[in-house]
């Protein structure tokens, strides 16, 4: 089932980093050009999930797996109501799509969402670049193809850290996901760029999910009486979610039971007093490998962060709340997780 890619009129692409190295290679998706930070995922599969996660807004995604999109597209795998990332980088574009769930290409979809695609570039170079650099600004353009002038345009775009992205992925009302079966508990589920299938998992469980907008208030909360807040996952720098830390420290001041993740663990690390900083490439894909340091087991997990949380992993730190000690660790690094 051919995706159309190779049968139309193939246009030059141009990728050029903040650093000035530039990769030359076919554009895919729509035309026109874009701008983000490009950041590398190590999945070989799930890209639908990635392009539709909200923590990737403003964020182009490099694929290191060399063949994409053989998949296609379906309507079921989406974390959210449309694509977030900024741009796609691949290497080879699948001719075809072979899945049952299938019901267009990735290069259809891309085109209908309006999200600029490169492909036939070394992405093993790319990606072995970023490692060695860090990740940075990046332009992708179908319309400017001298490298000097899109690096002058890349310049002027903002650094992810510093930015405060909450505001564009947080829904607008409450939203209410029923429990499946009989209820057992109630949680209040703060949107800061959550993926769909976090609310579903919980219903599943017989958990009736209240999800709330960023800018929702303690007096909101207590007005649920939830069982349980959590803090989704989410773009940006945490260091910049002032208002949503200090709902969680009122959340803590009130005695309500905490669970979050990503964005959100890096939130309740900022209420409990650490700081937060940028990883050099951060950790997104899969095999991410995770000790919990009270058990000693390993867990293979996935991941999408790009910052952290700064906290000793030798002794616990006192809080208002009590002894706050790191309980988990990524191996490759020793980042908090």
Known sequence: ???????REQTPALLVLEDGRSFRGLSF???GETFGEAVFSTGMSGYQETLTDPSYHRQVVIATAPHIGNTGWNDEDDESARIWVAGYVVRDLS????NWRSNRSLDDELRAQGV?????IDTRALTRHLRERGA???GISTTELDPDKLLARVLETPAMAGSDLVADVTL?????????GEKRLTVAAIDLGIKDMTPTRMAQRGIEVHVLPASTTLDDLRGLDPDGVFFSNGPGDPATADAPMQLLQGVLDAGIPYFGICFGNQIFGRALGFGTYKLKYGHRGINQP????RTGRVEITSQ???FAVDAPLDRATPTRWGQAKVSHICLNDDVVE
């Not at 600029?116 to 036939?120: H, K, L, Q, R």
């Open 116 to 120: 600029v695609g490169i492909a036939e």
């Open 304 to 306: 999408n962060h790009g």
């Open 95 to 98: 001719r075809v799509r072979s």
């Open 29 to 31: 998706g729509a035309t």
């Open 290 to 293: 995770v000790k919990d340091l």
């Open 136 to 138: 940075m600004r990046v």
């Open 1 to 7: 089932m051919p995706s159309g890619f190779f049968e």
């Open 172 to 180: 607008d009302q409450a939203q209410v996901i029923p429990p499946v």
